[in-house]
Each structure stands twice: as structure tokens, then as C-alpha cells.
């Protein structure tokens, strides 16, 4: 799997979160920290412009780094509170700009930004985020092939840790799928950010600026980890 130049899955590989807006400083440090890909969470940027906002993607290009595009909806961790329709619209002027996109697998812009993405030959990542649990082995299945018939190349599974048994299921699921992106959020799913890479899980997410889900680390201090191992 490769998203732009890069390729996933055959080391742990880093997507520095940006939020609020771009600045040169901003990706210096994300390049600088250890950043294999940059998430530009679109729905957090300061301004929404999307002149303004085209001009931003090419500044992150010139960092050399895979971009991937989310406009995260309000129900599953997104901020601005961004109708369906605005959300579409930056998909569709900005995907071009792009190496792959983000959007929810509940979303009902799902199945046109997945057209709209294969259209312009970029990745799909469809995702599920769940901040209060983790669902039984037969739910996330059922996710992953839900996503899968819609077109995903990518599934990116979040669900929130509670104890011990989460994290095997999480673990099971990974180890029995191929193509996912699998994270434990909160205190106790941060050993997932760590590990499930070493496991097959083709990204994990850390920040450069402000933490976009529970128990997010830093990029360097990511960097930091897997260097060690």
C-alpha cells in the first residue's frame, strides 16, 4: 500500500496530526520530529477559505511529505460543526491536492467522496470512531467489511479502551485483517499507538499541535519509542 511515495505496512510509520492552520514552523517541526505523513484536519483550521485553503495543501506539499486529507464530521471527534454539504465541497476542490483522504464509513458524503477520490487516483482511508467503547468481534468485522465493499483501500478503526479485553479484541482484529489502521484511544489504549504498528497496522497517529483524540502522543516522542525498539 503506498500513499504517494510512501509505502505502508512494511514499518511503523507516523502521521503528524495539524490542526488549527498551517504555518512554516508547524511543518519544520513535524519534518523535523520524525513525521512519515501529515494529516491536514481540515475541519480544525482557523480559516476555512478555501482559496486560502488550496494555497495551505501547497505549502505542506513542499515539505515533501504524503498528505492525507480529513474533514472530520462533528459526530465522530470533528470540530467547527461543518455541514455535509460544506464538507463535500472541500473533499471534491481539494482532493486533487492531495495523496489520500479520511472520511467517516457512517458519513452519508461517504459514498461520494470515495467517487470523487478514486476518480482522481487517490487512497481511501473510510474510518469508525468510537469514544465511548470498543464493539464485539462481530461488529468490528462487520465494520471492516462495510467499508471494504465501499470502496475503502484503508480501514481505520478508533474505539476507546477500557481494559484489558479491548485490546485483544483490537489486537485480534488485526491480526486477522489485512489493510487496517487500528487504534486503542485513552490511557489504556496507549500502548496501541506503540505496538499495532509492529503488528500490521499501516499508521499511527501522533501530534504536532493539539491532541485530536484521547490519549494522542507527540511525534517525537513516537519517533522517540520506535527507535528504541
Do not use: C, N
Not at 464530521?73 to 472541500?90: F, I, P, V, Y
Request: proline share 3%.
Amino acid at each position: 500500500m503506498r500513499f504517494g511515495r510512501l509505502t505502508l505496512g512494511v514499518k511503523p510509520r507516523i502521521a503528524a496530526v495539524i490542526t488549527g492552520g498551517l504555518s512554516s514552523s508547524l511543518l519544520r517541526k513535524a519534518k523535523r520530529d520524525g513525521a512519515d505523513l501529515l494529516e491536514l484536519r481540515v475541519d480544525t483550521f482557523r480559516r476555512l477559505a478555501l482559496e486560502g485553503l488550496k494555497k495551505d495543501v501547497v505549502q505542506a506539499r513542499a515539505t515533501g511529505l504524503p498528505l492525507l486529507l480529513t474533514v472530520r464530521s462533528a459526530t465522530e471527534g470533528g470540530s467547527k460543526g461543518l455541514d455535509d454539504q460544506r464538507r463535500l465541497l472541500l473533499y471534491r476542490e481539494l482532493t486533487p491536492l492531495v495523496d489520500a483522504v479520511d472520511v467517516e464509513l457512517a458519513s452519508t458524503i461517504a459514498r461520494d467522496v470515495v467517487g470523487v477520490a478514486k476518480k482522481k487516483g487517490k487512497k481511501v482511508v473510510l474510518s469508525y470512531h468510537d469514544f465511548g467503547s470498543t464493539p464485539d468481534d462481530r461488529r468490528l468485522r462487520s465494520l471492516v467489511g462495510r467499508a471494504r465493499r465501499l470502496g475503502a483501500d484503508v480501514v481505520k478503526i478508533a474505539t476507546t479502551v477500557k481494559d484489558r479485553e479491548d485490546l485483544k479484541r483490537l489486537t485480534a482484529l488485526l491480526l486477522k485483517e489485512e489493510g487496517l489502521i487500528v487504534i486503542g484511544m485513552g490511557k489504556r489504549g496507549l500502548v496501541s499507538r506503540v505496538f499495532f504498528p509492529y503488528l500490521g497496522s499501516l499508521l499511527t497517529y501522533a501530534t504536532v499541535s493539539a491532541k485530536t483524540a484521547p490519549g494522542q502522543p507527540e511525534v517525537k516522542e513516537l519517533r522517540r519509542l520506535f527507535s528504541a525498539l
